[in-house]
């Protein structure tokens, strides 16, 4: 009898520890996964605490500035002296803002540093004044480039990038070699390229095939010279064809183009690409203009004046390109696509 009981308490013991084995996965399983959260917990506590302190709204206006060329003595009010150009940038630098490409900016991709406003630099017509080469591959002084690159090693955070909206003149380049140097330069030092038409014709009330043939015959150019597809386009004078869809999407030929933003030609600043009232297919830009006349209200002046005086209406980064950060009341402007990048804090 004393053999059997002693054999039922080894097989007790031996039934607790093997039960004690199987439950102890179990547990540290739970233990891992309340860590894990717990963790989460903490960092997404730590990114409100961040987004909070810089009074990050990314859903708020960003100035879209379009320039056209730099030249000492200008012969339109669109043209700007080298001069004035430089001073539109340091201007920018002391407010804050960092430059964003038109493609980064209507794809999201706006990775600033925390407390910092995005600016998108577009220049119009693809002007040698903007960018000419000398023999030697090197930036020609007082080109837009030129100055542009200038500010930017004196500042040191504010992006050397902007974007260029390019037609069959290709920076005054007629030879295709010389053409496909310019393009190519543009795409190795991390310049945007975009799509202004062939012949910057007025698209309104213009057929669909002339439409299609003016932006996808540029596009074909840009991609045979320089391999690249144009992201964006800049409708040239602003103006929209009948149905806004054909200057995102269409085919001339073998060439399909498919444009995420349509540019147009003023007033205002844009809105967030993460806020309900951005739209694609009509993003407004602002003239790079002082306070005179019309542009007393509606060029970059002005508006970067207003912009400094309106903080809150200001797109100003987080910080993280993961997350779109905001005050909590407004969240009902957020775009539904973006909800699952939502840090309201």
Partial sequence: MRLRLMSGVGLIAAAAMLSGCAEEPVIQAKSTKADTAAKAQKAQAAKLAAAAKVKANELGQVPVLMFHRIIEKPATTDDRTPSQFRSDLERLVRDGYVPVTAAEFVTGKINIPAGKHPVVLTFDDSSPSQLTLDEMGQVKPDTAIAILQDVAAKNPGFRPVATFYVTR??????????????????????????????DHLNLRGRPREQVMEQIGSIAQEVGSLAGVKPVTIALPYGNQPNTKEWAARGKFHDTTYKHSGVFLAGYTPSPSPFSKSFEPLGIPRIRAMDKKGDCAQFCSTAWLDWLKSNPDMRYTSDGDVSTVAYPKFKDPFLRTSYKTWALAY
């Fill in 169 to 198: 003149d290709m920076f005054g380049k007629v030879g295709r070699e010389e053409q496909a140097q310019t393009l190519q330069w543009l795409k190795a030092n991390g310049f945007d390229i975009g799509n202004h038409t062939r």
